[in-house]
């Protein structure tokens, strides 16, 4: 196997990593209501640790990587911890996926350490509905947090929407957004992470099939997404959703496929994990807060990485990563239920 290729011939350039546990909120499709337990601080790897990660990583053929959480913006020492990512040779570029909440204080120094891109996830514009999605948010925190990145310079500025369909969001105001600022909206499926293993109330899970409040009825597929929307702009008159060309659509790491409406300044992307899967095209591997080496989204097979970091050396953590790309599984299979959280993994 060459350098960066796993075992299905796929070019693996991309690690996303948990840096905490924690967050500041508690979205409803991500943590269950009682929160799930924190992890000890000596559970959770220090930057130095995730930093030595990255290095060997690099040397592996990862180029990108992404910081998420919990919320990544909670863990103190973040923005110094960017600047030693980004000053290890051979990574071209880091981004962030974050709630916003904390994007006023942080925006500008992220920048100034060298940290551009950035996804902030924002399901409603109705300030009441955010409150119960996050269960507790203000959604005029996420609006600032949103200015603040423009204001900062970041670039690009996506926004990821989970569409969930008891939650019914009104899609039409982002598709709207579009004409006000360069932000490219992206749908994403909801999906059947956690559950697995968790005593639940009322029977939501069932063992053979769990993943915590996620219900089949709940997804919306990206093709019904996508019609929704399209016939709602219409009929708001905003014109019809033009696919934008792979050279032309905003500079991603990820599958999205994206459209535009006639004369806006961003761009509408759709991500179908589940309908669609893209498994042919992954080029990810994850790394959890508490250090272990996750292949795929849906899969609990895991590497212990923390070990290898505590008592190996670097040969010893680039031959882990080694057996990572050769243990990653060709796709997902529709596995329902995960026995982490996506509060746990990272999204
Ligand atoms: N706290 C940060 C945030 O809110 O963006 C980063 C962590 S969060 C786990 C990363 C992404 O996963 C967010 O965009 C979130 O909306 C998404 N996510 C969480 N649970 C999900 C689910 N069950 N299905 C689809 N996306 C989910």
């Not at 060298?114 to 902030?120: A, E, H, M, P, Q």
């Not at 929407?161 to 909801?190: C, K």
């Not at 968790?198 to 099939?209: H, L, R």
């Not at 212990?304 to 796709?331: F, N, Y």
Request: proline share 5%; hydrophobic share 40%.
């Amino acid at each position: 196997m060459s350098r960066g290729v796993d075992g299905f011939g796929r070019r693996i350039d991309y690690l996303r990593i948990s840096v905490t546990d924690r967050c500041n909120l508690r979205c409803v499709y991500c943590m269950p209501e009682k929160g799930v337990p924190w992890r000890e601080m000596s559970e959770i790897l220090s930057f130095e640790e995730i930093e030595r990660f990255a290095a060997a990583a690099v040397e592996e053929g990862i180029s990108k990587i992404r910081l998420t959480g919990g919320e990544p913006l909670v863990r103190k020492g973040i923005v110094e911890h960017v600047a030693r990512l980004r000053a290890i040779t051979g990574i071209e570029a880091i981004a962030i996926t974050t709630n916003g909440i904390l994007l006023p204080r942080y925006a500008q120094a992220l920048v100034d350490a060298g940290l551009n891109r950035v996804n902030i996830s924002l399901d409603t514009f109705d300030p009441e509905v955010y409150a119960a999605i996050t269960r507790g948010g203000k959604l005029e925190d996420a609006l600032a947090g949103i200015d603040a990145a423009f204001e900062a310079g970041m670039h690009p500025v996506k926004i990821n929407v989970v569409v969930v369909r008891r939650l019914e969001q009104d899609l039409l105001s982002f598709a709207r957004m579009t004409f006000e600022r360069p932000v490219h909206i992206r749908f994403i499926e909801y999906m059947p992470v956690g559950g697995e293993g968790e005593q639940t109330v009322g029977g939501a899970c069932s063992s053979e099939s769990s993943a915590g409040d996620w219900t089949i009825e709940d997804h919306v597929p990206s093709d019904e997404i996508l019609t929704q929307l399209n016939a709602a702009c219409l009929a708001a008159g905003l014109g019809e959703l033009a696919p934008v060309p792979r050279d032309e659509a905003p500079g991603g790491w990820g599958p999205a496929s994206y459209y535009r409406l006639p004369g806006a300044l961003g761009t509408i992307g759709i991500i179908s994990p589940l309908s669609h899967h893209f498994c042919g095209e992954c080029n990810r591997l994850r790394l959890t807060a508490d250090g272990k080496l996750r292949m795929c989204l849906f899969s609990d097979n895991e590497l212990d990485a923390r070990a290898v970091l505590r008592e190996g050396s670097a040969d010893d953590v680039r031959a882990l990563i080694r057996a990572a790309l050769a243990a990653k599984p060709e796709s997902h299979q529709m596995r329902v239920g995960t026995v982490r959280r996506m509060s746990q993994i990272g999204g």
